[in-house]
């Protein structure tokens, strides 16, 4: 079993799909208590968070801004990775969750025709105006992933599985997902599980880092390796590197610190 991400375009059927699969294979799925926790642990509106996602990019003009809501988020999901195998659907999960060595990335894709059908069905929308809706989605989520993320949103090079729903139906589509789930290169390993472990208390520091502006006081490399984190960098002033140890120790629980953080 792994860990799976399946994005796609708008009204394409992929929530079903992901549902179906987690219940097939009996793992959590998870989408938007993920935002939602972020949002919570941000100090960030959860709703306007969402509201913001389906926006032109504006709201995280900031960087600090923009980061701290990425780290939360990505700290929520490591999080729950390092739990054990989940299916996630949400935004960039697989851009995210990219160091995750038995991470399956599912790209869902489907005919124009397909969409607006269903953008008719769901939205009560004519079949104009579901195709301009469909098209106005896309663009923002674009350049959503754009801004955030700095790739492209279909590329598929960015996927291990694109499925494509003009022939498939949902079943067809879960099944394709599971059996993928169950090749070997995609297994858990004690070595895998280690690394996720390691993912999950990196980011977590420096999402705790970040809400607490201190990973924005110096040049700093976070990383982790058999529960042990390692800091290297720099820092401005004497006081702000004993505040960066001080706010270290609060969040690493039983792991190990190397802490070679000088100042500047």
Known sequence: MSIIVISRATLTGSTVIAERVAKELQIPCI??????EAAQNAGVSSEMVEARMNQTPS???????????????????FRHAAEGSLVYKGHGGHLLLSEVPNLIRVHVVAPMRVRIAEAQKALGLDAKEAEKHIQRLDSQRQKWVQYLYRTDWDDPLSYD????????????????????????CFAWTDERKQKVADLALATRVKADLARGGELFNGILEISAQANVLTIDGRVRTEQAREELLAAIKRTIGDAEIRFNVTRA
């Open 161 to 184: 599985l694109v499925i494509n729903l003009d022939k498939l139906n949902v079943g067809e589509a879960s099944e394709l997902v599971n059996q993928t789930a169950r090749l070997a």
């Open 31 to 36: 989408s938007r208590e993920i935002v939602v």
């Open 59 to 77: 709201f995280f003009d900031h960087y600090p801004e923009r980061d701290v809501y990425l780290l939360q988020v990505q700290a929520e999901l």
